[in-house]
């Protein structure tokens, strides 16, 4: 079983539709990453939070740590927003563990 | 501001032949330094790090070695590539500057590294 855990692997949805991604993990952590990476395997990051919840445009992610379990939302959704989005939990040495990644499609 | 270059974008080696790629980092000192792979159809994983000058932790063992020949330099080598070399190489660097939210986290470009 891997240390962090995603769901789905693969989502396809129409322009417009509130998306929900999963990021479960198993291991201590300081903190996790929501990355997105493109096409062209280009990777960004789009946030790092360690409680609560952070918003950054049409984007929301949120943390429990009890729970250790995350979640990336993609509101009014658009077909740019297609990409990989990957989960990273923050380990010793910011050492990174990743997810296996979710596939978002949005057709227009 | 920071700005963490990587190179070739892209390579095709063939099976024996040695590799470098090499990671450079601007705007930053004594920063963290990772070499990150993603096989095809895999997530990324760490393969090695660096927390300062010529110290070098391996994360899985393999036909990799890195180096950090200078503070803001990772290279990553191989002597003769095999193919399961094969991936998408990131380097990036990190620093915690004070509190954990003004942690950075930075990634390349990524190499693209074929092995025939």
């Known amino acids: 079983k891997n240390e962090v855990e995603q769901s789905p692997q693969n989502l396809t949805a129409q322009e417009g539709e509130f998306i929900t991604i999963n990021c479960s993990y198993s291991?201590?952590?300081?903190?996790l990453h929501w990355l997105q990476q493109h096409p062209g395997g280009g990777i960004v990051s789009l946030f790092m939070?360690?409680?609560g919840k952070k918003k950054h445009g049409r984007l929301i992610a949120t943390i429990n740590i009890q729970e250790k379990h995350s979640s990336l939302h993609i509101t009014a959704s658009h077909p740019r927003d297609s990409a990989v989005y990957i989960c990273?939990?923050?380990?010793?040495?910011?050492?990174?563990?990743f997810g296996q990644g979710t596939r978002l499609t949005i057709n227009p | 501001s920071q700005t963490i270059h990587q190179w070739p974008a892209t390579l095709v080696q063939p099976v024996g032949s040695p590799l470098s790629l090499e990671c450079t980092v601007e705007?930053?000192?004594?920063?963290?330094l990772y070499w990150y792979r993603q096989a095809a159809g895999r997530g990324l994983q760490l393969l090695f790090y660096?927390?300062?000058?010529?110290?070098i932790s391996s994360e899985v063992p393999q036909n990799l070695s890195a180096s950090r020949p200078q503070d803001r330099q990772f290279i990553l080598s191989s002597k003769k590539l095999l193919l399961s070399d094969s991936g998408f190489y990131l380097c990036?660097?990190?620093?915690?500057?004070?509190?954990?939210?003004?942690?950075?986290?930075?990634f390349g470009s990524g190499t693209r590294l074929t092995v025939v």
């Open positions: 660096s927390v300062g000058i010529g110290q």
């Open positions: 291991v201590g952590i300081s903190a």
């Open positions: 990036a660097w990190s620093r915690i500057t004070g509190p954990l939210f003004n942690y950075g986290y930075t």
């Open positions: 990273a939990c923050i380990r010793g040495a910011q050492k990174l563990v």
């Open positions: 705007g930053t000192s004594n920063p963290n």
């Open positions: 939070l360690s409680s």
